[in-house]
């Protein structure tokens, strides 16, 4: 089955600068890669995706980049925000009823 | 629309007790899963389904069984409870089009258990 790799477990960040937070992926036929934001005691949300035919998506300030020869993907924010703190939650799949397999998960924390 | 639901939120069993969680979902979803969530491990694959009258093992379903008897609700049952088995559990549901692509999960609000 999928096995997802995510790096850091921990960022620390100050207010304006960029984050970044990497997965790799096992399964070659993955063909969908989400990002989930979880504030303290939320559900998590879906915040931005990426499917395996485009290799980069931008939504504001929010960024996703696909590498399917080397199976990592990428979530990048910039002009970081104290309010972007939370846990992100990596995910790949899609081919198998929808499931996915997370990421261990990051924690990023803004401080102002 | 209320997406999806769970119920309860908080729970506390003791050791060999039984519950059922349910989730129930308005969006006329396919397809359902629960989830755990353990600190540093991240959200764990129980049991999925992919309609109605149809369930399948996830990644960890020792100690887990589960129902979907209508669309919209799935229910978790722990049959005799274990420590183990303290966490956090989170519903799902998604789709996929008729083109084949598949949409991500709309998550429930979870479960918090405690097995003492």
């Known amino acids: 089955g999928e096995n997802v790799e995510q790096h850091p477990s921990t960022l620390s960040v100050q207010e304006g600068d960029s984050a970044v937070i990497k997965c790799t992926y096992s399964d070659s036929a993955s063909n969908y890669f989400p990002w989930y934001k979880q504030e303290l005691g939320k559900r998590p949300q879906l915040i931005i995706d990426i499917r395996s035919n485009v290799g980069e998506k931008k939504d504001q300030r929010i960024a996703v980049t696909l590498n399917k020869t080397a199976k990592h993907f990428s979530l990048h924010i910039t002009e970081t925000q104290p309010e972007d703190s939370a846990v992100y939650f990596c995910?790949?799949?899609?081919?198998?009823?929808?499931?996915?397999?997370f990421g261990q998960g990051t924690i990023l924390t803004v401080h102002p | 629309n209320a997406g999806v639901t769970q119920t309860p939120k908080f729970r506390v069993l003791k050791t060999g007790q039984s519950m059922t969680l349910l989730c129930a979902q308005d969006m006329n979803h396919e397809y359902m899963y629960w989830y755990r969530q353990d600190p540093g491990m991240g959200l764990r694959l129980i049991h999925y389904s992919v309609g109605e009258g149809t369930t399948a093992k996830g990644e960890v379903p020792d100690g887990y069984n589960v129902s979907r008897l209508k669309k919209q609700n799935f229910l978790l049952g722990l049959e005799s409870a274990a420590p183990s088995q303290t966490s956090v559990y989170f519903c799902?549901?998604?789709?996929?089009?008729?083109?084949?692509?598949?949409?991500?999960?709309?998550f429930g609000s979870g479960t918090r258990l405690t097995v003492v």
């Open positions: 799902a549901s998604s789709f996929t089009t008729s083109g084949g692509e598949n949409y991500g999960y709309t």
């Open positions: 995910g790949a799949g899609g081919t198998s009823y929808g499931k996915l397999t």
